[in-house]
């Protein structure tokens, strides 16, 4: 007979073993609405304990905030020159992004308050915490698409998708993604923009790890993910970690060493259903866990899966809100 010691380590670690299961599948689901007419929250940063949010990016060209659930998503931020309210917001209209902004990717840095912004048409953009018309940093891309701040060092890592498409052209009959897009640095003391990356199958948003050692730099339409050692024997070398259909934006997770990647199985080349995946993955490229969207999110792709206070965040260009996963 087993002693009484061992039945109980037994049912320990089956409550530890069932336990996690249970309270790791992010079963429950809420939505954070935008206003009536707007869509394509494609991304969120939020801004720690006194700014909160999420901030999210819409593809009339606003940066909105969230302000909890009795006043919803208020203006915040834009990144156009030319921008007017009368003119762009509500509209869909891709070729209204040169001139409402197209911003797709956020990054918040908590020391300093500032938000960095990676918009298609106006490049690297910084706004403050009272947020209105962004200062840009680095201008002449043609696509950006993603950005994460360094906490440590406070140099910004950030992604175009391509050197000869513009994101409106993506919407075009037979439109073929190239390999030309980068992975880049710019360094805030200096203001010098490096590419560090290129030729690569382009899109979605690259991400630092919580020890500043490597970034994680996906490509979307090559359907891998690489990792960039940013210090040690390998700094300054890319190396392969690993496959996986159609990653856009990755963002560290809550654990230290793990990330969320939003996962559009389907998306390139085109499927008759896409299958949109929270991905999560340690700093080796294995798998953790993969949580399913397409009960809420349906045939859409997915840009963002972001975990914040237990919580997962999931944006979409083709939704009118940010879906919320919880146990
Ligand atoms: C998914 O979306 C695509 C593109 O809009 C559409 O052609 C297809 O029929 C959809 N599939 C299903 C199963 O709804």
Redesign the pocket.
């Known amino acids: 007979m087993a002693s009484p010691q061992i039945l109980f380590s037994v049912f320990i670690m089956f409550l530890y073993v069932f336990g996690t299961f249970v309270s790791g599948q992010f079963t429950k689901f809420n939505k954070l609405v935008l206003p009536l007419e707007v869509t394509g929250p494609e991304s969120a940063a939020f801004g720690g304990l006194l700014v909160n949010g999420p901030f999210t990016t819409v593809t009339d060209g606003r940066i909105m905030k969230w302000k909890g659930s009795k006043i919803g998503f208020v203006d915040f931020a834009y990144t156009s020159p030319q921008r007017t309210k009368e003119l762009c917001d509500g509209t869909t209209n891709s070729d209204m992004g040169p001139i409402c902004g197209r911003p797709l990717a956020l990054s918040f840095h908590p020391i300093t308050g500032l938000l960095y912004i990676a918009d298609a048409y106006f490049g690297l953009l910084v706004v403050g915490p009272g947020g209105g018309l962004a200062t840009q940093l680095a201008g002449g891309f043609k696509f950006l698409s993603g950005i994460d701040v360094d906490l440590l060092t406070g140099n910004i890592y950030f992604s175009d998708v391509s050197l000869t498409y513009t994101i409106r052209d993506t919407t075009q009959p037979g439109f073929k993604p190239d390999s030309t897009g980068r992975f880049m640095r710019y360094n805030p003391f200096t203001r010098q923009v490096s590419v560090l990356l290129s030729g690569l199958n382009g899109g979605g948003g690259p991400a630092v790890s919580s020890d500043g050692t490597f970034v994680l730099v996906p490509e979307l339409t090559g359907s891998r993910i690489s990792k960039y050692w940013l210090v040690g024997p390998k700094a300054n070398t890319a190396e392969f970690l690993l496959n996986i259909a159609n990653p856009n934006k990755i963002k560290r997770a809550g654990r230290s060493g793990e990330f969320w990647v939003a996962v559009s199985v389907g998306f390139i080349p085109p499927a008759?259903?896409?299958t949109p995946k929270g991905v999560r993955i340690n700093s080796n490229g294995v798998v953790v866990q993969t949580v399913e969207f397409d009960k809420e999110f349906a045939?859409k792709t997915i840009s963002l899966v972001q975990e914040q206070n237990g919580k997962v965040y999931v944006g979409s260009r083709f939704t009118n809100f940010i879906g919320v996963y919880s146990n």
């Open positions: 008759p259903l896409i045939n």
